[in-house]
């Protein structure tokens, strides 16, 4: 048996049981965790506003001997009250934590994840920002963390950096990234100002003003990012499926 500290986000919850729940965290030293809250759905409980959805919070946890966890204290760090007040931020950011949720393992150890949700967390609500580019930049990062990269500065070909001497650019599904005009791999045509904005994100040096009446080109790289999401996420995968998408 054992009992640590540590801080998380709270992904979901489901009931269990008359007066108890069961929380998904996303905690910072351990990664995606389950823990019981009993007696948190009882009217006098003070615990329970501080473990509502979103939450950053402290907790202390309790496991036994078979691994089963529990909430022994918890204190909330930030409950993002800009964010839950705002519905459609609020969606924005349950999206977020049900990517976690669907992508990470239980029990695996991501610190740079846990920045990466709370630096997204913190940058949606502020005025200059535009939600999709920032959501779409924890998208990049997530997926690079996890292992499955994407390759948005050069050819995945060649190696010939992005930059205005391309005539053509393709997105090979494939590949994870970009192919340039002189190579013959294919891939998904793209506009120009479409992937210096995914080439940006990568690098996370986009500033939203550049892009803030580039609606069109910010849903066609929202786009193609679900698509390789989608598609990495999907165990059953050929490789030769991702070779030939060429459409989004």
């Known amino acids: ?79 993002f009250k800009e964010i839950k007040g705002d519905l459609a931020l609020a969606f924005k950011s349950l999206y977020i934590l049900e990517l976690l949720n669907r992508f990470q393992e239980s029990d695996h150890e991501t610190v740079e994840i846990f920045v990466e949700l709370l630096k997204t967390l913190n940058e949606l609500p502020k005025k200059d920002s535009i939600p999709d580019l920032v959501i779409a930049h924890f998208e990049i990062k997530l997926m690079s963390l996890l292992g499955f990269q994407m390759y948005l500065t050069k050819c995945n070909v060649c190696s010939r950096p992005l930059d205005d001497t391309w005539e053509k650019v393709k997105f090979n599904y494939a590949l994870g990234g970009f192919v340039c005009d002189t190579c013959r791999e294919t891939g998904l045509p793209l506009d120009k100002k479409t992937a210096h904005l995914l080439s940006d994100l990568e690098r996370n040096t986009f500033q939203d003003y550049v892009y803030a009446d580039s609606k069109n080109t910010i849903q066609i790289a929202d786009k193609i990012i679900k698509n390789y999401m989608h598609l990495v996420s999907d165990d059953a995968m050929r490789y030769s499926k991702l070779r030939g998408l060429t459409n989004l």
């Open 1 to 79: 048996m054992k009992q640590y500290i540590t801080e998380a986000v709270v992904l979901k919850n489901i009931n269990y049981g008359d007066s108890n729940k069961i929380y998904t965290l996303y905690s910072k030293e351990y990664g995606k965790i389950s823990a019981i809250a009993r007696g948190v759905r009882k009217l006098q409980s003070r615990r329970a506003g501080n473990l509502d959805t979103l939450n950053h919070v402290k907790v202390k946890i309790h496991e036994d001997h078979k691994g089963y966890r529990s909430i022994q204290e918890v204190n909330t760090i930030n409950a």
